[in-house]
């Protein structure tokens, strides 16, 4: 049933391309459709399937809608194209990926030789970028599943791209009206039932989905758990998070500067409906648009234009509150950070040289709505004193400018460590949860322990690797990487006596 034994055909715009039958070329069969795959080591790989129609012309802005039946031949050999991006990582200027609206596809990638009546445990990867950029060819999955199967924990690694920036997380009054808000989220719960459907017929087993992703990809994982009142109605029995937990998201109508922005940009300011106005603009004019907007790494990094928001359907309250509430899936998960979460972010800031200037940046961009007495209290429990900041433990170095160490101290743990630690504490006692703190690569110049080091050490392979394999099995992780819910909690102390002992000044 894998392989097809006979000839068939691959109908493509160019005519009719007749194939041999060739053993190293896989085929599974998804509705009424074929889809073609392809061998890469000791996998097979079946890439840029699409789980939803394409969210184009009329579809654009509106929730992701599913297939009713596959038909034909789908040609499932390359990554299908980017969502539209806007901006990158940064120190990465190579050519922007070429990318469409038409993006909402999945990746699979199994071990070669599975018998029809495999059933594997599935990770599903949700990449990240800030909900801004990313694409899942950046992401390769072969060395997880060639892992696995030296582990003899075999398991299926799926992808899936989701809409990006105003694509798929336009804010605004119209948008909340007509109930479209977060639809990259939407885009993302799509994908999740889609593997409901169609995971056996690549040999996985829809019982045993773990959901895992970095970064903006973990948030992601976050929010499938808290969202729909914490059901998690079968998608998924596990998740694993690096870096990134329920972030504080703030009401959709906040985001109304950024609608009528790109309202003025596309001639749809006076139109009557003006979604349906941003609906009908050229893509080349929309996306101009939107390029002018901030990106990850300019001036307001964490702060976002565009990102998810309390819509009132899918978001029905901020995130961090939800798993207060009891609005979460009971499933064991893992959630991790690195040391230094943000270093990374704060490089565009090296004109803050005083606290004042830092204050100034905390009032206008992190902490807009926070009074200045919370304001002028986070500045006194992050004193103006290097050895204190990230990169951790490295007494005076790495000081990229005056308040460097401070915002980033701060910036990391706003968006990182706090919503981990939140996420940790409401859930304790009720299931299943592990931590981790990666100090690994400590010794990068300026940044430390930066974000985004653990996707290097997950895809590597690497021990996190097996620890992800084993929570796919169940398989009980070991007993020092249980959280304690302690692991954190005397880190000043622990890093000025490291920098005293180490540096033998004070
Ligand atoms: C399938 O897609 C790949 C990559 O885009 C392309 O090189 C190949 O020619 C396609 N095959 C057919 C039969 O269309
Ligand atoms: C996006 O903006 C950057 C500079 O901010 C510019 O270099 C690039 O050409 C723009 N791209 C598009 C598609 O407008
Ligand atoms: C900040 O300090 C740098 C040198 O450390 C100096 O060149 C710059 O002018 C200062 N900026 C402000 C706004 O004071
Ligand atoms: C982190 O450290 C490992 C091992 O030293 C190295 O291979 C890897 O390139 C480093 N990663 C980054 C992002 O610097």
Redo the contacts with the bound molecule.
Sequence with gaps: MRFSTTFFLLVCSGGVIALTSDLRIPQIHLSHASVVGKTVSNTEQFLGIPFALPPTGRRRFVPPVPYDVYTGVINATAYGLACPQLGGPPGNPGPPPAESEDCLTMNIIRPAGLKSYTRLPVAVWFHGGGFLFGRTESNDGTPIVIRSMELNMPVIYASMQYRLNAFGFLPGKEVEAAGVGNLGLRDQRMALKWIQQHIASFGGDPYKVTIWGESAGAMSVAVEMITNGGHTDGLFRAAFMQSGSPQGAGDIELGQPYYDFLLRKTGCEDAEYTLECLRDAPFESLKAAVNQTAGLFSRHNLALAWKPRVDGEFLVDDPPQLPLRGSVGRVPFVTGDVDDEGTLFVQPLGDLNMTADLKNYLQTFYLASAHEKEVDEILSLYPDDVTQGPPFNTCTANVAYPQYKRVAAIAGDIAFQAPRRLLLDSTFGKQDSWAFLSK??KT?PIVGS?H??DI??IY?PSDLTDYLIRHLWKIPLLGSFRSKQSTRSSRSKSSSGACQSSSGTS
């Design positions: 690994r690569n990068t930066f985004t080091t290097g050490i590597a």
